[in-house]
T-cell receptor, first 113, second 114 residues
């Protein structure tokens, strides 16, 4: 069974640009969650999607958005990038999104210059 | 929201030593996982353990949900055990605010010297 796949692995963007990250969950998993990891704030929850619907959202500005497709693949978008958005972005896949084991992808390391 | 505290923040060991990592959480949980973050950033599942005890090779974990803590034991440590260990918890359903949301501790940085 293939694991969680995130693309791209690395990105360098300029302030003000926008970026889209992709996450393909484990086959059969319908829940995808996104997390931001920075040295100062640790791992913080961004949002969760289940069957194409956002069910939960963390405390991030509206510049951070996401969506999920019918095949459960998910994308997150960050618009008007700021230097502080530089981070490792991780996505997690689980069967139902609650009370179940979560499996993480390798992450996308975003650097904003 | 729920608070998760891990201790110690840093741990330095010689190869072959044993260690215990602790995770305290402030509220009831329906999900607790231990992860090892590898040097490339991926979070590797070690245990899914909302309660009870599990063992996997040199690693074992115990969660005492009623007392709101979990322990990760590493025996006969190896240099490949180095990295950051995270505990993450999920609260039971609370009107949708718990869906897919794991709350992480700050991690324990483990360094194993040969």
């Amino acid at each position: 069974k293939a694991g969680v796949t995130q693309t791209p692995r690395y990105l360098i963007k300029t302030r003000g640009q926008q970026v889209t990250l992709s996450c393909s969950p484990i086959s059969g998993h319908r829940s995808v969650s996104w997390y931001q990891q920075t040295p100062g704030q640790g791992l913080q929850f961004l949002f969760e999607y289940f069957s194409e619907t956002q069910r939960n959202k963390g405390n991030f500005p509206g510049r951070f958005s996401g969506r999920q497709f019918s095949n459960s693949r998910s994308e997150m978008n960050v618009s008007t990038l700021e230097l502080g958005d530089s981070a490792l972005y991780l996505c997690a896949s689980s069967l139902l999104g609650t009370g179940r084991k979560a499996f993480f992808g390798q992450g996308t390391r975003l650097t904003v210059v | 929201g729920i608070q998760v505290e891990q201790s110690p923040p840093d741990l330095i060991l010689q190869e072959g030593a044993n260690s215990t990592l602790r995770c305290n959480f402030s509220d009831s949980v329906n999900n607790l996982q231990w992860f090892h973050q590898n040097p490339w950033g991926q979070l590797i599942n070690l245990f899914y353990i909302p309660s009870g005890t599990k063992q996997n090779g040199r690693l074992s974990a115990t969660t005492v949900a009623t007392e709101r803590y979990s322990l990760l034991y590493i025996s006969s440590s190896q240099t490949t055990d180095s990295g950051v260990y995270f505990c993450a918890v999920e609260r039971p359903y609370a009107g949708g605010t718990s869906y897919g949301k794991l709350t992480f501790g700050q991690g324990t940085i483990l360094t194993v010297h040969p």
